[in-house]
Each structure stands twice: as structure tokens, then as C-alpha cells.
């Protein structure tokens, strides 16, 4: 049994193939990035609708909010790479296909803008009305009042949970390899196929990750903790 | 003598002062000035419960109309229907003759005005809150400057400008950088009264704006507003501050389960009132 | 559309085979996950000298994300200490230790929220340490973090599908496999992802059901 731990904490495999792994690596940032984005910005559409006027557009809005926040990430990446061009293609009767890292990027991002909708929703209405009156007594549009009043008031309060899901966002990132974009899953498993020697990479990859993901933890913690009580002026 | 009237013994004469010395006549009947606001039978209900049954007053310019009477009677209701914070049911608000909810054509047809032509006239009121309501991820300046930039469309310098001289009115020049959180209630409010003037607002619209300070700090505002009344502000205001409503005040009107119960110069309506529900309101009062 | 019937319904006993193998490996994740999350949280707070290697154990499970905890107890695991011995035991196990670390911290947060005050009145009274922790400090526990305790569950659910990948028949696996067997993945695919959604929220719904009857019958939410 020590022989296969010592081979699995022998590094030095891992470590010549860091080039590879690295840019993998790469992959998993852009994928975040791209799919952060989408995430925030259909995020706030959703949570929009959710507060509108009309019933249809809440509707549409809770809809969104419990389809995305309810979907495992990995049916929704193979549902978005492999069905959804079939039903474009139906549409519009031409044969579509989807690159895997745009079906990453929006399959990931949908299902977080899940989060983020209910995230900006309870910030926008836990905006105290009388800033909103204020606003509109002095003539301000809703859209005005929207972009200046109240998003910065939300992005300043939710800032510490959105820097939390956006840290499971990139720990999740991990399984865009499944549809062949090739992040850093996809490359170890690449050289594991060459070398044979599954213990050291899967372990070296646990370890980085770990202490990747352990950084950005702790800094967020930080952050969260310094933020909640300097900030809300 | 009010402090209205004596300061302006020494300004031209306007109709409004011969206005204020006419007591209880329909405005209707008087005018050859457009007032600065007019309210015209108002309505407004509230699910099953009316709040305002058809109030109707006229605002002349440069007065100061108070409105008084007991909780639930209406008041912030009635305010909030005059910049359509709350669209009225039935009625209309005209500000200098040009009525809010709607636009009459050239035909003579009424039209409802769009939410982007009230806003445009909104400009033209300033309102001060109760809770003061600054927004709190500005300064203090940021918040004056805020609608001159955005809705008047302001070059920012002539914004500045501008605000810094209505803080300096208000006293509150020195805490320009400074956010609402770390200032009393009386700054906030002074704060706020700034704010509203930055528009130059054809009128000012005051909803209980001491009721949510302690005593120590009311004074201070009290005072802004009383400079400002001096200064010729048209000012409707309502208040719980009966010694305020009946010295600044040209017009006292009290509202009673959503109806204009009695109206008149503070010296009749505070020193005769007429009808028992006053009186019994002012009794309440009579130790301040 | 008329598919549905030929390659959804049909096939419904695959599915189901599968829908019950995911609901085993998630059953058997969520009772390690308490109690691997209650042996770390009760270790990170009252045995010092191990308190290190609780916390380290906590927030590698937390930080490490679920795809890579999976491939490296699937696969390196039985060659380093000789278990888990099949993929099925892998799958809850990854899963199970994956939520302990979080319910670790959820535990160890309600725990440091019940007030000093309770246990001191237990103490006055009488009840030893144990006693109170259990009678006392845990009761409340348990209610104030509910929500947090079914939402880690759903979390293992959705976690789940990815069993699949170490071959493990589950219902993710299952649909893969017809879709391979059909060459048609728009009904099928579509089904499976309405399947999990609709567990997922019918869990979070009676979840959230039951930890609101429980709080008010306790008084901890106004009626």
C-alpha cells in the first residue's frame, strides 16, 4: 500500500507535464470569465422580470430562476451541447453545431444566472422604498433610478455572496472537460491515456486545485468579512 | 404679523398678497394670477378605503400653505398625489396652470401624459421627506448634484456650483463630502432640503420633514425653512408643528377624514376656529 | 414530436432502474455526509491537538471540486488504501465526503450561534457536557441550520449525474445509454434534464416545508 501512495504523491509526472496542464488550466479561467459574465448579466434580466409589474414577465422571471438554480450542471452541458443545436437546426433547417466551449460557457452561465437572479433580487428589494420616491420626485426615469440608485446600493451589498458563487462557479468549471474542451481535467486525462500512470496526476490535480481553490476561498472570506463592515456607508 | 408677510411688505405687490388677506373666498372666484399649484378635487382610494374624498386648494406664489390634522386625515397621501408619487383616482393637480395627469390638446381633447412628461414636470417640484431619504452610497454633494446632472441635464461645474450654494444656504457647506450615514437626522435633513433646492423648483412640498427628528434637532430645520419661506419659497407644508404653521403660514388648511374641513389665515383658523372637529384637534396643542 | 411515447416512455423501466440508483448513491452520501460533517465539525472544536488536521480535511473536501474529488477516489483510492472497492461505493463516498466538509462548517457556525446563556443554564441544572450538547445545543442546531442541511442535499443530487462518468448506472448513465442505443437525443436528453429538475425541486420544496413546520412549531418563526 505505501508503494502506491509514494507513487501517487510522486509529483515529479505532474510536474513535467506542467506545461500542458497548465495551459488547461488557462482554459478553465476563460471558460469562468466568459461564462461569469453571462451568468451576471442574465442574472440581473431574470431578476428584473421577477420584479416587474406584469405578472407574465414574474412569471417568465421564477421560471428562469427555478429551472437554472434546480439543473444538475452536467445534464445542462450535455442538454446545451447536444440537443440544443438539434433544435435550433430544426428551426431554421440547417445543420447547427455548437463548439464545446460555447456550450460550456452557456450552459454554465445559465445555470448560475439562477443564483444570481434571486441574489439580485433580494438586494434590489431590500432597497428601502423611500430612496426610490426620492428618485422619482425628482423626476429621475425608472431607468435612471435603476442604474444609479438602486444597483449600486445592490452591487455593494451582495458583492461578498457574488465573490462566493463565483468561486463555485470556477470549481465548477472542471466539467467542461466532459464535452471535450480541453481544461485541465481533459488534459490529465490525455497524458493518463500516454503514461498509464493514473495515481500521480488525478492526485496532483486534487492538490492543485485544492490549493487554488483554497486562496481564492480565503481571500474571499477576508474580503467578505472586511467589507461587511466597512462598507454600507 | 406672519414673517411671510412682513418680509414682503417691502416687495412689489403681487395678487397673492391681496390673495392672503382675502379670507375663506373660493380661490376660483379671486384669481387673476395662476397659482403656483392647484389642487382640484382630488380623490384617492386605497383598495376599500377612501383616504382623500375631493380636496381642492390653491397654492399662490410665493405663499406658504400649511396642511394640518391628525394622522390618517389624509395629509402625505395628499402630497404625494401632488407630484404623482400616487396618481390621484378622480381630480387634478395644475402646476402654474398646466395640469399633471393629463395634457389637453390643441382640439381641446384631455390626453394622459406619459410617465416621461410627469417626470419632466416633477423638476419643478422639490419634495423633502420625512425620512429624509438620501441615497446613501453618495456624499452628501453627490446626492445634490445627482438630479441637476442627470435630469436637468447640468454641465457638471454649473451642478457644483450650484449645490455648493444651496448647502451653504442650508448650513451644510462643510459637511459636503461626507456620506448620510455618519450625520444626525437634523443634517440629513438639511442635507435634503439642499438637495430639493439644487433643482430651483418652482415649489417646494415639505411632508412632515421635522416628524422624524428629536426635539433638539427640529429647531434647526425648522429654521431653514423658515429662511426659506422668508426668501419668498413657494411652500406647501405639512406638519405637526402648530407654532411653525402659525407663524411662517399664509394659508392653514385642515384636513379631516380626507376633506378640507377649514382653510384660513393661521390668525382664523388657529386663534377661531370654526368647526368642532378643530377645535378639539387644537386643543390637543394648545400646551405647545 | 410523437417520439415521446417510443423513446421516453417505453424505455421508462431503464430510467427508472437508473432514477433508483441515483436516489441509493445520494441516500447513503447525505447520512455520511452528517455524520462525517458532525465527526469533523466536533473534532475542529473540542479535541485541539487534532484540530489542524480537522481543518485541513474540512477545507480540502470543500475546496477541491467534485469532478476531481470523484476521478481521485474512484481511482487512486483503492490502490492507496485498498477501498472504496467498486465505483458505486466511490460515487457516494466522493459525494459524502465532498458535503461533510460543508456541513461542517454549517454545524460548527450553529453551534458557536446558540447562546453562552443555554449552556450555562444547562449546567446549573445539572446535565453533564454530553447531555447538554445533545439535548440542548444540537436541538437547536438542527432547527436553525435546516435550510442549509436540505440545500446540501439537493447539492448531492446535483452532484449525482456525475457518477455517470465512472460508470456508475445511475439515471444520468442510463439516458446516455439509450441515447447511444437510439441516436436520438433531443426527447431523451430533455426527459432526463425535466427528471432531476423536478426532484431537485420537489426536494427543496418539501425540504423547505418541513424545516418551516419545525421552526414554527418550535416558536423560532412568527405564525
Known sequence: ?233 | ?288 | MGNWERLVWNQRDVLLAGLSITVQVCAIAFLVAILGGLALCLVRLYVRPLRWLAVLLIEFFRDTPIFVQLMWVAYVWPEVFGFPNDFFNAGWLALGLQSSGYLAETFRAGIEAVPRGQRDAAFSAGLSPVQTFRRIVMPQVVLASAPSIVNQFTVIVKSSTLVSVITVPDLMSQSQKLVNVWYEPIEILTATAAIYITFIFLVSACGKLLADRLRLRYGLVAA
Not at chain 2, 442635507?191 to 427628528?213: C, N, Q
Request: charge should be positive; charged fraction near 20%; include cysteine.
Open chain 1, 1 to 233: 500500500m505505501s508503494d502506491a501512495l509514494k507513487q501517487s504523491l510522486d509529483l515529479s509526472m505532474f510536474w513535467e507535464y506542467r506545461a500542458i496542464l497548465l495551459q488547461g488550466l488557462i482554459f478553465n479561467v476563460l471558460v469562468f470569465l466568459c461564462a461569469a459574465s453571462v451568468a451576471l448579466s442574465v442574472g440581473l434580466g431574470a431578476a428584473l422580470l421577477r420584479i416587474n409589474r406584469l405578472w407574465p414577465m414574474r412569471l417568465i422571471g421564477t421560471l428562469h430562476v427555478e429551472i437554472f438554480r434546480n439543473a444538475p450542471d452536467y445534464i445542462m452541458l450535455v442538454w446545451v451541447h447536444f440537443v440544443l443545436p438539434l433544435l435550433i437546426g430544426i428551426a431554421i433547417r440547417r445543420r447547427v453545431e455548437f463548439h464545446p466551449f460555447t456550450s460550456a460557457v452557456i450552459a454554465l452561465g445559465f445555470v448560475y444566472s439562477g443564483y444570481f437572479a434571486e441574489g439580485f433580487r433580494a438586494g434590489i428589494q431590500a432597497i428601502p422604498q423611500g430612496n426610490l420616491d426620492a428618485g422619482r420626485s425628482f423626476g429621475m426615469s425608472e431607468r435612471l433610478i435603476l442604474w444609479r440608485i438602486i444597483l449600486p446600493q445592490v452591487v455593494r451589498r451582495m458583492l461578498p455572496e457574488a465573490l462566493n458563487l463565483f468561486v463555485s462557479m470556477f470549481k465548477a468549471t472542471t466539467i467542461v472537460s466532459l464535452i471535450a474542451v480541453p481544461d485541465l481535467m481533459y488534459n490529465v486525462s490525455m497524458v493518463i491515456q500516454q503514461e498509464m500512470r493514473p495515481l500521480p496526476l488525478y492526485t496532483g490535480a486534487a492538490i492543485t486545485y485544492f490549493l487554488l481553490i483554497f486562496l481564492l476561498s480565503v481571500g474571499v472570506r477576508h474580503f467578505g468579512e472586511r467589507w461587511r463592515r466597512t462598507s454600507m456607508a
Open chain 2, 1 to 288: 404679523m406672519s414673517i411671510a408677510r412682513a418680509a414682503r411688505e417691502s416687495a412689489p405687490i403681487f395678487m397673492s398678497q391681496v390673495l392672503s388677506q382675502v379670507p375663506n373666498e373660493a380661490p376660483s372666484q379671486v384669481l387673476s394670477e395662476v397659482p403656483s399649484i392647484r389642487v382640484a378635487g382630488i380623490h384617492k382610494r386605497f383598495g376599500p378605503l377612501e383616504v382623500l374624498r375631493g380636496v381642492s386648494f390653491d397654492v399662490p406664489r410665493g405663499s406658504v400653505v400649511s396642511v394640518i390634522g391628525a394622522s390618517g386625515s389624509g395629509k402625505s397621501t395628499l402630497l404625494r398625489c401632488v407630484n404623482h408619487l400616487e396618481p390621484p383616482d378622480a381630480g387634478e393637480i395644475y402646476i402654474e396652470g398646466e395640469p399633471l395627469g393629463a395634457r389637453v390638446d390643441a382640439r381641446g381633447n384631455r390626453k394622459a401624459r406619459s410617465l416621461a412628461e410627469i417626470n419632466a414636470m416633477r423638476r419643478e417640484l422639490g419634495v423633502v421627506f420625512q425620512q429624509f431619504n438620501l441615497w446613501p452610497h453618495m456624499t452628501v454633494l453627490g446626492n445634490v448634484i445627482e438630479a441637476p446632472i442627470r435630469v436637468r441635464k447640468l454641465p457638471r461645474k454649473e451642478a457644483v456650483a450650484y449645490g455648493e450654494e444651496c448647502l451653504r444656504r442650508v448650513r451644510m457647506i462643510d459637511k459636503a463630502n461626507e456620506y448620510p450615514a455618519r450625520l444626525s437626522g437634523g443634517q440629513q435633513q438639511r442635507a435634503a432640503i439642499a438637495r430639493a433646492l439644487a433643482m430651483r423648483p418652482k415649489a417646494m412640498l415639505f411632508d412632515e420633514a421635522t416628524s422624524s427628528l428629536d426635539p433638539e434637532l427640529t429647531d434647526e430645520v425648522l429654521g431653514v425653512m423658515r429662511e426659506l419661506a422668508a426668501d419668498g419659497t413657494t411652500m406647501i407644508v405639512v406638519t405637526h408643528e402648530m407654532s411653525f404653521a402659525r407663524e411662517v403660514s399664509d394659508r392653514v388648511i385642515f384636513l379631516h377624514q380626507g376633506l378640507v374641513e377649514e382653510e384660513g389665515p393661521p390668525g382664523d383658523v388657529f386663534g377661531a376656529p370654526k368647526s368642532e372637529r378643530l377645535q378639539q384637534f387644537l386643543s390637543k396643542y394648545r400646551k405647545q
